[in-house]
């Protein structure tokens, strides 16, 4: 048997595996590298030039939740939500068994303490008159004086729980404390409700005003305007602003005084405002300046992989990562402290696909 064969069998195998892994590492076409890639681009804007445009609520001057001063059960219900109502009118009764009852215990109370000091005083007017004839000692008048004091605070302790439980069976209506609008009904005939326990808010006629809330990162400014949709504007002027963000949402409410508004515009009718914000990180006033500034850019501009927040600027159509600082956001831009110019351009989409120093083609050139 002729083994020669056998023998060059694994040497051929050896040579065709060797030719295979150099194949692979092969260097691929020079000209496929250069491809530019094809990108969105949108150009930043300076802060200054945008603003801040918010949506806005329009409210009453004053608001107050109304609840009862006496606890018991609801007996009726006079009012809806939405209604306009004038000032005393009846909104909620309570059902005024227990009260009355509460009454009439007052006053047997009131009524025995004024017996009581009725039968004092003739007491003191016996003991006078024996103590006159020599009959008593002046000991014995004294206690009659002393006995007279007590029965008169017991009579006026008596008549003061008297007037109180008869202003608690008064209570047992509820009155609108002035004219509006009930703007929500939560409390319910049948219903067992606690002393101060609200039932209803009233916005009361007058004065109306808009509230806004502005992101955690900004102060409500002092003015600003409302934008009706027939191309109007009214004019905002600050009234009152939150000291504290709100914990959950980090916003922080705002109440703008709006003389001028339509009458038609209902209370609760949402309204764009806007406002003109000064630039929180006093950028300088020469726009082409790349100093570290406020810009608005695009919210697909925004890459925040391992690296943090940064955008991709293209320059001389290779990308440079510029990091960033996300002042704050909306769903179609966001607002971002960078070393930026007005009127560079940066990726607007897909920057997650990106790299440094790829080279790009603006899409449209």
Request: charged share 20%; proline share 7%; glycine share 8%.
């Amino acid at each position: 048997m002729n083994i020669a064969p056998l023998r060059k069998a694994p040497m051929a195998l050896s040579m065709s595996i060797a030719l295979l892994a150099s194949g692979c590492q092969r260097a691929d076409p020079p000209g496929a590298a250069a491809t530019p890639t094809v990108v969105a681009t949108a150009s930043v804007e300076p802060l200054s030039a945008a603003g801040m445009g918010l949506s806005g609520t329009v409210r009453a001057r004053v608001e107050a939740p109304l609840a009862f001063q006496v606890g018991g059960r609801i007996a009726a219900r006079r009012v809806d939500a939405g209604q306009t109502v004038r000032a005393g009118q009846v909104l909620f009764e309570l059902d005024p068994s227990d009260l009355e009852q509460a009454v009439r215990a007052a006053e047997a109370d009131t009524a025995a303490a004024e017996a009581a000091l009725r039968t004092a005083q003739a007491d003191l007017e016996r003991v006078r008159t024996l103590a006159a004839q020599g009959f008593v000692s002046t000991q014995a008048t004294d206690r009659a004086q002393l006995a007279v004091r007590e029965a008169t605070s017991r009579r006026d302790a008596a008549q003061a729980r008297l007037a109180q439980i008869r202003n608690g069976r008064a209570y047992a209506q509820l009155r609108a404390p002035a004219a509006g609008v009930v703007t929500d009904v939560t409390g319910q005939p049948g219903q067992v409700v606690a002393a101060g326990q609200p039932v209803a808010t009233l916005a009361q006629a007058g004065a109306r005003e808009v509230e806004v809330f502005f992101p955690d990162t900004v102060l409500p400014p002092a003015t600003g305007q409302i934008l009706l949709p027939d191309g109007r504007t009214v004019a905002l002027a600050l009234r009152e602003a939150a000291p504290m963000v709100d914990a959950l949402a980090r916003t922080r409410r705002a109440r703008y005084r709006a003389d001028g508004l339509p009458p038609a515009l209902p209370l609760g009718a949402v309204v764009a405002t806007q406002f003109a914000l000064p630039d929180p990180l006093n950028v300088s006033a020469d726009a082409g300046a790349s100093a570290v500034g406020a810009w608005r850019v695009p919210v697909g501009a925004l890459d925040e992989r391992a690296q943090g927040p940064r955008v991709w600027r293209v320059r001389d159509g290779k990308l440079e990562a510029v990091p960033v600082r996300v002042l704050r956001m909306d769903d179609r831009h966001a607002v971002v402290a960078a070393p930026l110019a007005a009127g560079e351009r940066v990726v607007a989409l897909g920057t997650h696909l990106l790299q440094p120093g790829m080279t790009v083609q603006e899409r449209g050139q």
